[in-house]
């Protein structure tokens, strides 16, 4: 078994420790999601401005208000009843990656892969939708 504090992450690139993304996510005026957001490339004022309202390029304690009504959604336990349905999207994604990968270009391939958190969290609301 891997000891998670000492296991590294590679993103694009670079190599990181996990207790580094930890002290990132914890240290939200240092490492802003809403000034500079939450993608690689530098984005235009007006893009940059409509992520802000985003969830995901939300800091604290602004998004203390959204997050909290869906905490209870996204619990371990939760999220692992969801693991069959969430491991078919990726496993259907990926053929379609796969089946065009020598011609697909780089925006293809963000559009395939961008869409696997809108489809787990499509799962997550109809799944709601049923209680």
């Not at 990132?24 to 999601?33: E, K, T």
């Not at 000034?35 to 985003?54: A, H, Q, T, Y």
């Not at 336990?77 to 089946?99: N, S």
């Amino acid at each position: 078994m891997t000891d998670p504090a000492h296991s590294k992450v590679v993103l694009d690139g670079s190599s990181l420790r996990l207790e580094d993304l930890v002290r990132v996510a914890r240290d939200p005026q240092r490492f802003s999601a809403e000034r500079g957001g939450v993608v690689l490339e530098d984005l235009p004022p007006e893009s940059l401005e409509m992520m802000r309202g985003m969830l995901l390029a939300m800091d604290p304690p602004r998004h203390v208000t959204y997050r909290r009504p869906l905490a209870d959604t996204f619990k371990a336990k939760v999220i692992a009843g969801l693991e069959p349905q969430i491991r078919a999207i990726c496993r259907d994604l990926m053929a379609e990656a796969a089946a065009a990968a020598s011609a697909m270009s780089s925006r293809q391939m963000a559009r395939i892969c961008g869409s696997m958190p809108a489809m787990t969290l499509a799962l997550k609301v109809s799944a709601r939708g049923r209680r």
